[in-house]
Every structure is written in structure tokens, then in C-alpha cells.
């Protein structure tokens, strides 16, 4: 009977031990997957401005869409284990701070916030460095910091490129896909960095309850 028993727990084991694996290989595949789709399809709705119809330019537009989903698999799956009620207050946040950075650029004086270029593209570089830095080290504190800092540069995004494209427009520039896609983008990130915040601390809150 005990034989029976480990056999048996050792089938389970092996079951559950097999399952996470299979879970693990597949969340990898989709996250690396949508990370290099991203970057083609980023390609393609670029290059292909003016020599594809803009419904096909539309389709490369979703499925840029799409490899975003997948590349934010990783992070979707561990705030739905955490609480997935947080994906919805952050999506919410984000169309609030969305619509208000944006609202904002377009009533600000003309041409006031295109001197921000210089100096996001600045702070984006640093913060690159940073992140990438550490890599090597592993500190949680530094991680948490990068996100508050590209949630801010983001923002700040927001109101940048929302007067590039009417500034663009007013010049002829009428690629109204690609002047999505940069606003689509600047939404993306906040969203996520959003959701790393709230998910932060929402297991704060949790170990002090504790």
C-alpha cells in the first residue's frame, strides 16, 4: 500500500513538475516570440509607407498589436497570479493619464512641449543603461526605480509626441497608422509599468498583513 502511495506521489509530482515545465517553455516561447514579431512589424508598417495600401499597413498594425500581447505574457501571467483585479485598475489609470497628458498637449501653446525631445530621448538612454546595468547586479530597489522613472518619461511621451503628429500634419505628414502606432506605444508602457507598481505593492500590503 505504501508503495502504491509514493508510486502514486511520485505521478503526481511528476505530472505537476511536467506541467510547469510545459507552462514555463510556452510563456518563454510566446514572450521572445512577440519580442521579435515586434520589432518586424515595426519594420514593415515603417518601410512600408509609401508603397503598401494602408488596410494592409492596418494589418501589420495589428499584428504589431498582437506581438505586444505575447511579449506581455510574462507579466500578465504573474499579476493575475498576484491579483488579476489589478490589470483593470491599471488599464483604467492608464486611459485617465492617457487622456489628460493628451488633452493637455493639445490645449498647451503651439510647439510649447517639442523641447522635451532632446531630453526624454536623454533620460531614455540613461535609463536604458541602468536597466541593463542591473542585470548583473539584481537589485530589486534599482528595478522598482526604473519603472517609476519610465512611467514618468512616458507620460511626458504622451504629451511630446501628441504635438509632433498635429505639428507633422500641419507639414503634410498625413500617416495617420504610424502616428497611432507612437501613441499606441507610449499607452503600452504605461499600462505595464502600471501594473508592475500596483503589483508591487499589492504584495507589499499582503507581508505587512501578515
Not at 11 to 25: D, H, P, W
Request: overall charge positive; aromatic content about 12%; charged content about 15%.
Amino acid at each position: 500500500l505504501t508503495r502504491r502511495k509514493r508510486r502514486g506521489s511520485s505521478g503526481i509530482n511528476a505530472e505537476y513538475g511536467g506541467a510547469a515545465v510545459n507552462c514555463y517553455l510556452k510563456s518563454t516561447v510566446l514572450h521572445f516570440g512577440g519580442i521579435i514579431g515586434l520589432f518586424v512589424f515595426m519594420y514593415l508598417t515603417v518601410s512600408s509607407h509609401n508603397s503598401a495600401p494602408p488596410l494592409k499597413r492596418l494589418g501589420y498594425v495589428s499584428a504589431l498589436a498582437g506581438c505586444l500581447g505575447l511579449e506581455s505574457s510574462y507579466l500578465i501571467d504573474y499579476v493575475i497570479a498576484v491579483d488579476p483585479s489589478i490589470i483593470v485598475t491599471a488599464f483604467v489609470t492608464t486611459s485617465v493619464v492617457f487622456v489628460s497628458f493628451s488633452l493637455t498637449a493639445l490645449y498647451a501653446e503651439r510647439r510649447s512641449m517639442l523641447f522635451l525631445g532632446s531630453l526624454l530621448s536623454t533620460a531614455l538612454s540613461g535609463l536604458l543603461i541602468l536597466s541593463l546595468a542591473n542585470l548583473f547586479f539584481r537589485v530589486p530597489s534599482i528595478a522598482l526605480f526604473s519603472v517609476y522613472v519610465s512611467l514618468i518619461i512616458s507620460c511626458l511621451f504622451v504629451m511630446y509626441d501628441t504635438q509632433l503628429i498635429v505639428e507633422k500634419k500641419r507639414l503634410g505628414d498625413n500617416d495617420f497608422i504610424w502616428h497611432s502606432v507612437d501613441l499606441f506605444i507610449d499607452f503600452i508602457i504605461i499600462f505595464k509599468d502600471l501594473m508592475i507598481i500596483l503589483t508591487d505593492k499589492e504584495k507589499k500590503k499582503r507581508r505587512n498583513n501578515n
